[in-house]
Nanobody, 122 residues
Framework: QVQLVESGGGLVTAGGSLTLSCAASGRTFNNYGMGWFRQAPGKERELVAAIGWSAGSTYYADSVKGRFSISRDNAKNTVYLQMNSLKPEDTAVYYC???????????????WGQGTQVTVSS
C-alpha cells in the first residue's frame, strides 16, 4: 500500500506560479514512479507530468511543456510539481499518483491522493 497526500494548491492569478507537493508513505518510495494528473469540471482526468523511480525519465503533456516541472526527493519521499506561467485553463483538481507500471499511461497508476484544487484567475 502507498498513501499519498497532496498540498500546495490554491488561488493564483494568470501568469503566476504554484508548487504542489505530494508526500508518500508505505512502500519504499524509490521503487515506483510518480505522476501528477488533473481533472477539470466536466473533463476527463489527464496526465500532466510523470517521473520515473530514479528521476532519470520524465514525461510532460504538451499543454504544460516548458511551464511545469516535475521532480522528486527520494530522501523526503516527496514529489513536486512546479507550475509557472499559469493559465486559467490550468484550473483543475490536481492529483498525485504512484505507478508500479508504465508512468505514461493512466492504467499504469495504482495509488492516488485525494487531490488539491488549483484555481487560476484571469
Amino acid at each position: 500500500q502507498v498513501q499519498l497526500v497532496e498540498s500546495g494548491g490554491g488561488l493564483v492569478t494568470a501568469g503566476g506560479s504554484l508548487t504542489l507537493s505530494c508526500a508518500a508513505s508505505g512502500r519504499t518510495f524509490n521503487n515506483y514512479g510518480m505522476g501528477w494528473f488533473r481533472q477539470a469540471p466536466g473533463k476527463e482526468r489527464e496526465l500532466v507530468a510523470a517521473i520515473g523511480w530514479s528521476a532519470g525519465s520524465t514525461y510532460y503533456a504538451d499543454s504544460v511543456k516548458g511551464r511545469f516541472s516535475i521532480s522528486r526527493d527520494n530522501a523526503k519521499n516527496t514529489v513536486y510539481l512546479q507550475m509557472n506561467s499559469l493559465k486559467p485553463e490550468d484550473t483543475a483538481v490536481y492529483y498525485c499518483a504512484a505507478s508500479f507500471g508504465d508512468i505514461k499511461i493512466y492504467s499504469g497508476y495504482n495509488y492516488w491522493g485525494q487531490g488539491t484544487q488549483v484555481t487560476v484567475s484571469s
